[in-house]
């Protein structure tokens, strides 16, 4: 910083002076070179061309040309490269490499082709920045005419062919590259070994790469990293952690990008203990080893964690990228905490990042999930650019929220726009017909799949199919589209059947459903727990009594339900018949006084629900104080203003006779209610719910 300041303070003297001589300006140029200073090499050359000084010796114009290169200034680049009296190979190389570096390819051509000699930097540089900008093909075609031209190529040249390749996945020539490495005995190159490591592991298979990798004697950090990032790239977490305990055994410190790589395999593994262990163990963290744990916890079902260390990370003054940014706000959309998501989105908008495709499309997704889709469309409006992520999340937050027709006015809307719509498009668009209850439509979209997104309809797109026919009573049609499907279904197929049949009272494709998801999830309780509880409501204790054997022989644990409420900025969790609320009294005394109101005006608990075989008064017990209408009752006395809207999340279907207390709670105090089960998103207005009693 002292020597820059020197330099600044010389050409500012210069022009207090006037002219110098060419050693003085030829001994300023070098320090400005050496200062990386771009801002006192521009201050020079204008001193320069205002006193109309031509250096005799052409390297003088050369540094300065090849210090804009470096840092991007083109316009300057090009500006000082057409006024030089006389140009040598490197004044051409150095514009080469501006314009490489900016990334203007049809320029980068149109130099290279006026050039009148071209050298083997030349072509490197060529190289380079066409693999460097995406243009493989221009790569290759220089890299045949080089050779063409009798120019043998060096190290750099075959490192960025085999990058070139790697992207390409071509390891037809790639495998010819490393011919030519042998035959040059070049074998010993690090830097060029690590490149062919890259692009057999990505063009031929990781063992291949292993063994080049293993065959390296002196293996440096680059080394170890590549062959650990492949590794967890090809799902091979185990390996990963195996080799990177290799690298410690060698004496070799693993970087914080090796130690964020292997974080990665440990949450891969569910192993998070480990995972915060080498977290912990990092003096300095930089911003990759932040998001990765970050990542990790959203990753395994941590959100909270997640967000705690989002807090952590802000404390210790690390800057987040768009990246961690739209992580975070993910998993604000996965726990429906609103706050924290609007915090976030600030955060976004203080650090820049807020237009970012990535973040962007992450808060369209957040709002939606917190059930605001007013916010989340503004949101969508305000983005400078959209992509087929962005347009999906609205359209599939419309769905979930009950605005079928306007998620499906979207989707025709993304049309016009050209936006290719994908798997998850159709998902969200299936989902708005089956909550409208449009089979026709949605028989039309589905037919359409494979033309409008090149694909042919997914399992996800069938089990929406199944779903639609269920719930609008053609039970027989979706067990025949099922049989008729060119996969053999799976358990989102049978899990979907089962859920209508449950609907509809449909025992016998009931039990047809839950034995294929015996099969497939035999641990899982929800199968068991459905039929179960369609032979309760039908009064068959004994099939009963058999399915919770068979729970109990196979130690499938049931999921406990449970809901959670913010207010003030905090979570507030309760499960069924919950008492250890600090402020259980007030609860309980707040939504007894709602049955009770409710009661006057003609409503009883459906206690049918209940699927136990007790007394009266115990069933009117347990349906009363279901963990969603504690909840509520919470959030009626904690927050008494009408005008905001009542938040709840459930982490599993909300009841029949819960659905109906919340419309008639909405009815009575004139308050909007907002659940989110594990369903779909229920708004109750005055009365009313958004999903027309279809969930």
């Excluded at 060096?154 to 590259?177: D, P, Y």
């Excluded at 990798?213 to 390996?239: A, H, T």
């Excluded at 659940?675 to 969930?695: A, I």
Aim: glycine letters at 6%; a neutral charge; hydrophobic letters at 40%.
């Amino acid at each position: 910083m002292k020597a820059r300041h020197s330099l600044r303070g010389a050409i500012d003297l210069l022009f207090s002076r006037g002219s110098a001589t060419a050693e003085t300006y030829t001994r300023l140029v070098l320090k400005c070179v050496r200062a990386n200073d771009v801002a006192a090499a521009k201050r020079l050359q204008s001193h320069m061309d205002l006193h109309s000084f031509q250096p005799t010796k052409t390297f003088v114009h050369n540094r300065i040309l090849q210090l804009y290169a470096k840092y991007g200034n083109l316009a300057d680049a090009r500006n000082l490269f057409d006024k030089m009296p006389k140009r040598d190979i490197y004044s051409w190389n150095s514009m080469l490499s501006a314009y490489a570096k900016s990334g203007s390819l049809e320029e980068l051509g149109t130099m290279f082709d006026q050039m009148p000699s071209r050298d083997l930097v030349s072509y490197n540089t060529v190289i380079a920045g066409a693999v460097a900008n995406g243009c493989l093909s221009k790569a290759l075609e220089a890299f045949v005419k080089m050779q063409e031209e009798g120019l043998e190529p060096s190290e750099h040249t075959f490192v960025s062919m085999l990058q070139a390749c790697t992207r390409l996945l071509n390891f037809r020539i790639g495998k010819q590259i490393h011919g030519r490495v042998v035959v040059r005995n070049l074998e010993g190159n690090a830097f060029l070994l690590n490149a062919l490591i890259d692009m057999y592991a990505k063009c031929s298979g990781i063992d291949q790469a292993r063994w080049l990798f293993d065959w390296l004697v002196d293996k440096d950090v680059v080394s170890w990293n590549l062959m650990i990032f492949r590794y967890l790239k090809n799902g091979q977490p185990e390996k990963c952690i195996d080799l990177f305990r290799a690298m410690q055994a060698s004496g070799l410190k693993p970087d914080q990008v090796a130690v964020s790589n292997v974080i990665s395999a440990y949450f891969q593994t569910g192993n998070i203990v480990e995972a915060k262990k080498e977290f912990d163990g990092i003096k300095e963290k930089d911003k990759i080893c932040w998001t990765t744990m970050i990542v990790g916890y959203a990753q395994v079902g941590r959100e909270e964690d997640a967000l705690i260390l989002f807090g952590k990370m802000l404390l210790e003054n690390v800057r987040p990228d768009s990246f961690t940014i739209s992580s975070i706000v993910s998993s604000c959309a996965k726990l429906s905490y609103l706050y924290h998501g609007r915090v976030v989105h600030g955060k976004a908008v203080h650090m820049g990042v807020v237009n970012n495709l990535l973040v962007s499309s992450a808060l369209v997704d957040m709002y939606c999930k917190c059930g605001v889709t007013e916010d989340a469309r503004v949101v969508f409006e305000l983005m400078p650019s959209r992509n087929v992520v962005s347009w999906n999340a609205l359209i599939t937050g419309y769905a979930q929220n009950g605005k079928d027709l306007e998620a499906l006015a979207l989707y025709e809307n993304m049309l016009q726009e050209d936006i290719k719509p994908n798997n998850v498009t159709f998902v969200g668009v299936l989902s708005a017909c089956v909550h409208a209850n449009l089979i026709e439509e949605g028989q039309k979209y589905f037919d359409s799949i494979s033309e409008q997104s090149g694909t042919a309809p997914t399992m996800d797109h069938y089990a929406c199919m199944v779903c639609l026919l269920g719930h609008s009573g053609c039970i027989n049609k979706a067990v025949c589209l099922i049989e008729s499907m060119p996969y053999e279904p799976n358990s989102l197929i049978w899990s979907t059947l089962l859920s209508v049949c449950a609907v509809k009272g449909d025992i016998e494709h009931a039990e047809m459903a839950a034995k294929h998801l015996f099969e497939f999830e035999p641990l899982s309780a929800g199968p068991y727990i459905i039929l179960s509880n369609m032979y309760a409501t039908s009064r068959r204790w004994e099939d009963v009594a058999r399915i919770r054997s068979l729970m109990k022989e196979k130690n499938v644990k049931k999921f406990p339900a449970y809901s959670w409420i913010e207010i003030d900025n905090n979570v507030h969790k309760f499960s069924s018949e919950d008492r250890t609320h600090p402020e259980t009294q007030q609860i309980y005394e707040e939504l007894n006084k709602l049955i009770r109101k409710l009661q006057e005006s003609g409503f009883t608990p459906n206690t049918k629900l209940v699927l136990h075989n007790v007394g009266e008064e115990e069933k009117f017990e347990s349906i009363c104080y279901h963990s969603e209408k504690l909840a509520l009752a919470f959030g009626l006395f904690k927050k008494p203003n009408a005008r905001i809207p009542i938040r709840i999340i459930k982490n599993v279907r909300v009841c029949g006779d819960c659905h109906e207390f919340m419309k008639l709670v909405s009815q009575a105090t004139g308050r909007a209610i907002i659940l989110r089960d594990s369903k779909r998103f229920h708004h109750f207005n005055d009365g009313n719910c958004s999903c027309k009693n279809c969930w």
